[in-house]
């Protein structure tokens, strides 16, 4: 049944949970609601491999296919039947309209206006207008006539059309001034998704880290509510990533085409199936065949298998990353996974550098402790929220004594913190502290504060001069309390390379147990 | 068809394939043969919940079960009928004898000559003698008189009973004297198979490294031909780090006793199901139900369901290690997987340590790149035995150009060599050399060897200081060779580092382009 205008009663996009810039979040369309983040299948219009109705049952109820093939394919004919007809799939249709082909082909030879009506009257419940793609490598001028050419063909589709979701194509690559330009002239002519073209040619040579840069200032104009697309991205490999930085939807015909290619995708790359000895793989391609006996059979019997393993392993994917968000564990599952690839390695700058942009939608409270293993992780949003609470914290008190964590949480619960307490009863206004490498200096007051009291860590050594967030909540508690005297612990290392750093008008003490 | 006394025609146990210390391998019994590493579930000889034959059919070839349990449950009338029959299995069977039991609830009132013989009638194809296992935390001399009684205890029951294969219990835990004598002990009475002992206290408690520590020590002594089980190792987590440091088989009965507690096993953890919002698995019990399904079971049908997913979930955990060592991409594998607890995070240290340990068992070619992440790395056996070559690399010439790596590989390929080749061609007799962060110096005759041109590498700033293998390789060449001027690129801040370090009696040159 298809619920009509219901968008004036229920809201189009509802975030129900975020971590870092993901989230899992319900978009309501014609044909269904879509529970996101979510993979996009590419479906062809005439020559469709695995069936829809199978890729709905394994879990995908929004599939994207051409209305320019469409077009080119059943004429206007395809319009008395609909799309939905056409390519058998009761649930949400996507339809792009050559875009990417234009890019591929150069320029089709297609009216916008036709083009926008014709995807219109195909009644896909989300369609995209026909865009220039800049792809990558543009001069910024040819750049820029190319986002204008977009903006304009867009401008017009929204007029007389509420009945679909229409989305804004976001173009300009590298130029990250025309990026924020499409986006915000995007949202000004009132598009409700956007979506952001052309990362096929940067994903193909490696650029991950350009292409997250460019994802980060596209999503810092585009308000919470506007779900964002990412183009032709469906490998196992960048999915996290595309999910943290704060992708909603991808689309890709990755699963048919590395397929067809003899390409098995696994969670962190694809594989040649000649190459493969062991499938690690539970879903009913693999748990039936060797990858011997795979490559042994007819060659479409062998491409639609091979495909329909792919689904399942792209779904795999986006579950793992969905139960990340909703464990609170996104931070750990993308740094793990930067691990597939040197080249995905190089994306860890992208969330070091913009810890503010993903603390804003990072719980700040979580179930479970966080876990914290190198020196990444002095970036992760909730020690930067720590850190930023102690950056504030005041008091009175002239002696301060600063020990090494005993592994015992809460300090106010530990032996080395009661011991001390009796040591220095007589001795008043003491403000125990006791430090981490990660959180920096933990008061005793807000040491239950999370995540303070909530972390695994490693029992390796950690190098002072790579800690400049330590460095730099130290400085500023110093600078916030004029201590007279500092106890540390005798022999620790770690604490002189800062107390070293400390103006002489403190009197520097050492603790012997 | 049970094969008999196979033994006299064809070797025990055979090496396929090796990477790091993780091999495929074969393990012949006479209920067949193992393809190793292998996850080796325990099955209850009574109160079994998945039924044998579907496990078989999952793909475990080798079970285990206990024969002290079987004694008290069934008597001297389990002989007649024989282990295989009483769990219904007709591949191989493995029988424990009830350290375990010992270590558990204190000694058990069983004579070890009555047990040994009871184990023998049972006609198990692999069995263990009833050792005394050390746990963890007994003083040296208790450890000591634990390790002898299971020495003297194992000597006996390899007297007239060649028809299985016996294991040699290895105790000692933490005391890695112990571990040596129990070793060495162990192989002069002639047994072909051992086993580590007492590894469950050290991982409940989070003691990955020791456990890794003791590992290492005890395979320094075992020769290559020799497979070695790990007892009580059932968790994904632990597993690839089993394997990468030597050990061929692991049991557990860790997929029942989760299911039991609620718990479902994913590739880093176990997760509370209450926990859960998403399946990431396409076996068939995760295909067919959400989380929240699978709660609303009735308890017995939600515990198999469970225990059979955490079956699976093993079995992909184990096949990902299997292809990982297929691929030679062990190293990648589980430095990765390094991040999915803090704890085991530290047992990176156990393999940058011993890379001599490691690089005995990784092939010095393999088909494809090695992957270049961070510090680590430099330790992979395959990079250390590149510095191997280099440290002992020597030249007659006086003149010697280092230059960053400019990805083009091998240098003789490169543009940037072409055109200091021109540049310097009336000056003869000139070293051309690259440098690369983790390979170090790659000169050019020998900028082909593997892996100096066979690697995909981050595009970050290193810091040299924390490069101690390229430092020492750099202080080799120019000891070894008596360089009198030494060209580096204008500008190269990493290099300088290293030119700085060099004495004053050769000239320092830079080149601009």
Redesign the interface.
Known sequence: MILKNFLITQVMFEIIKSDLRGRIAILRTNHGIIETPAYVPVIHPKNQIIPTKKIQEIGFNLVITNAYITKKTYGYDAIKKGIHKIIKFNGAVMTDSGGYQVLKYGDINESHDDMAKFETDLKADITIPLDKPTGYGLTSNVAKSFVEHTLKISKKVLKNNDSQIWVGPIQGSEHLDLIKYSVKSLLKYGFKMLALGSPVELMESYKYKLLANIIVEAKNYIPHSIPLHLFGAGHPLTIPFAVALGCDTFDSASYILYAKNGRYITEDRT?DLS??????????VC?NLTPKELIELDKNDKINKLALHNL?AI???V??V??AI??GRLW?YV??KA?????L??MI?VLTNNYNYFSATTPLFK?KSI????YEDQYRPEVISYHKIVRKFKTKKKIVVIIPDNGIKPMYLSSDYNYLNKKFSKTKSIQFCRYNQFLGIIPIEISDIYPSSHY?????EYNPQSLPVFEETWKKFFENNKFSTLYTKHGDKFITYFTNKLSTEITKKTLRK
Chains 1, 2 share one sequence.
């Open positions: 594989r190459d493969m000895q062991y499938f690690a793989c539970n879903c009913c748990n399942f779904k795999s994917e579950d793992r969905k139960e909703h464990e750990e740094l793990k691990r597939a690839h040197p080249k390695f190089e700058d179930k876990f914290l293993f190198t695994d860590m490693a029992n390796i």
